[in-house]
């Protein structure tokens, strides 16, 4: 059983930067792809980042734009997501997720954090 637990989120202007973190425990006799979605109201989850266990392989949704860089720290079983120039469009919940392959398909995922609310304000 892994636990995920989001943190990091909060009020931005526009233009402005966050960094969400995402710690995980638990779920130590396999290793983790770990990914982050998001989903605003009213619209479907969408798939932002996701970063295989080693960290040398990273994948992006086009909502990221070249925007946002997700990355890891094994030793502190911390997966992050680094959001620069965000947009009032960037407004949603954010989960972070992990399972045993990255995919950017949001059922690929069993084990789901609570999530993190991220306003960007005008």
């Known amino acids: ?15 402005g930067s966050l960094r969400l973190s995402c710690a995980a425990s638990g779920g130590t006799d396999r290793t983790y792809d770990m990914a982050w979605f998001r989903q605003a109201p009213g619209e479907d989850r969408d798939f932002v980042a996701a970063i295989t266990w080693s960290g040398d392989i990273t994948y992006y949704g086009s909502i990221a734009k070249g925007r946002f860089t997700i990355s890891r720290i094994n030793a502190k079983n ?10 009032p469009e960037d407004t949603a919940v954010y989960w972070c997720a992990a399972d045993g392959r990255a995919s950017s398909y949001y059922a690929d995922y069993k084990y789901w954090g609570q ?4 306003t960007v304000s005008l």
């Open 78 to 87: 911390t997966v992050y997501l680094q959001m620069n120039s965000l947009e």
């Open 115 to 118: 999530g993190t609310q991220v």
């Open 1 to 15: 059983q892994v636990t995920l637990v989001e943190s990091g989120g909060g009020l931005v202007q526009a233009g």
